[in-house]
């Protein structure tokens, strides 16, 4: 069983840059595949990025290719996403999302979705 706590979310201009956190418990958090998500009003939960545990490799949808960043500290059971010149397209609530499985490539997520789910946190990026 893995509990996730998301943190970082806010109010950002366009253009502007926040970090979100997650913070895992479970003593098996570096044999996760960790991923971060977002729901935008109305829309389904779309995957945004994962990165696996056996050498970090790291996938993101299109829309965030070059602007968002995962990353994770297995010493601190924390996955963070780095997020650079937001725009208001990316307002949503973001959730984090660990699975067992490994699969390259990011669309087994994608389509999928991952075990375990932290309730979200909210980011909205005005014009």
């Known amino acids: 069983q893995v509990q996730l706590v998301e943190s970082g979310g806010g109010l950002v201009q366009a253009g502007g840059s926040l970090r979100l956190s997650c913070a895992a418990s479970?003593?098996?958090?570096?044999?996760?595949?960790m991923g971060w998500f977002r729901q935008a009003p109305g829309k389904e939960r779309d995957f945004v990025a994962v990165i696996l545990w056996s050498g970090g490799s790291t996938y993101y949808a299109d829309p965030v290719k070059g602007r968002f960043t995962i990353s994770r500290d297995n010493a601190k059971n924390t996955v963070y996403l780095q997020m650079n010149s937001l725009k208001p397209e990316d307002t949503a609530v973001y959730y984090c999302?660990?699975?067992?499985?490994?699969?390259?490539?990011?669309?087994?997520?994608?389509?999928?979705?991952?075990?375990?789910w932290g309730k979200g946190t909210l980011v909205t990026v005005s014009s």
């Open positions: 999302g660990a699975d067992s499985i490994e699969s390259s490539g990011g669309s087994y997520y994608d389509r999928h979705g991952m075990q375990y």
């Open positions: 479970g003593r098996t958090f570096g044999s996760y595949a």
